[in-house]
């Protein structure tokens, strides 16, 4: 039997991903009703819009398949990547899984850019390497750590009963994930060192979803933030996992403005996501200014610019 790192895209999967990707509505809906049959892991590609990069996907991991079945995960943020990363730049991703942000954006920097990579989960950072590997990216750098904001071992706890060693990746720092995920110590570490360490003092997009952690990633990568030496931040922002570290999504939309950036709320409303995933909305008609914090929501998709 062939090796399971080395199965291919069975045939059904390429055809059901053509027919689901034209569909005008319910692509998340049939990607996730197709992919409940049972299959081992395989190789397969990025849309060629994306860069047709190889990941290795799992059917059971939710991410996977979306990108496998739809071509996209979280289009919004996609079409961000796609509209500010150029040849050249430098892209943060703080928070990568298994690497979908990482490959677009290895794709879009080029091998004259930089991509630095950080993922506290073990069994992802391998997915994540192995991803790298395959698609040959040796301007990627990939960071086994976690963003804090200094050094020492910091608790997670798995953030999806379901994950295995292929799929379903996640660690928070927070007891209100899931009951009886099973907890890992992982080394934790200021952004700020991390990047001295590789000689980059700019970063022109740094993306960061990491459950809550947020808030002490933040301020440790407060040096270049006050130096306004990161240009713009693709921030999710999770209230309720911040409040159970003892933080607030207040405290770090505060934060943030005091350095000086200035923040639009990504709209991620179902419509705006089909609309978005279809092609049919532009990018800059889904930023709203976020004014004070009264619009802030449960689960807030922010991007932050240098105010003028």
């Known amino acids: 039997m062939a090796d399971v790192l080395e199965q291919r895209q069975p045939v059904w999967v390429g055809v059901a991903a053509s027919i689901i990707r034209w569909l005008p509505r319910g692509r998340y809906r049939a990607a996730n009703w197709i992919g409940r049959r049972p299959i081992e892991p395989f190789w397969t590609r990025m849309p060629d819009d994306l860069g047709a990069l190889g990941f290795r996907c799992d059917l059971r991991d939710g991410i996977m398949r979306d990108v496998c079945f739809t071509g996209r995960y979280e289009p919004q943020e996609t079409a961000l990547l796609q509209r500010i990363l150029r040849p050249g730049m430098t892209f943060v991703d703080v928070g990568a899984n298994w690497g979908y942000f990482t490959l677009i954006g290895a794709h879009l920097v080029g091998r004259r850019g ?3 990579s950080v993922e506290a989960d073990p069994a992802a950072c391998c997915a994540l390497r192995a991803n790298c590997a395959r698609n040959e990216l040796d301007w990627v750098t990939v960071i086994e750590m976690a963003a804090s904001d200094r050094p020492g071992t910091m608790s997670f706890q798995q953030s999806d009963a379901k994950a295995t060693e292929s799929g379903n990746y996640g660690l928070a720092a927070t007891t209100t994930v899931v009951e009886h995920g099973r907890r890992l110590d992982v080394a934790g570490r200021a952004l700020d060192d991390a990047l001295d360490e590789l000689n980059l003092d700019r970063v022109d997009l740094l993306k960061m979803d990491i459950e809550g952690g947020e ?3 933040l301020t440790g990568i407060g040096r ?6 990161v240009n713009q931040i693709l921030l999710e ?3 309720s996992h911040l409040r159970d570290q003892g933080s607030s999504a207040e405290q770090v939309v505060n934060e943030l403005r005091g350095y000086g950036y200035k923040p639009w709320s990504i709209d991620h409303s179902v419509s705006a996501t089909q609309r978005v995933a279809a092609g049919r909305l532009e990018v800059t008609d889904m930023l709203t200014p976020l004014v004070g914090l009264g619009n802030l929501g449960p689960w807030p998709h922010v991007l932050w610019t240098l105010a003028s």
């Open 215 to 217: 808030g002490r990633a």
């Open 237 to 239: 922002v999770h209230p």
């Open 114 to 116: 930089r991509v630095v």
């Open 224 to 229: 270049r933030l006050v130096a306004h030496r």
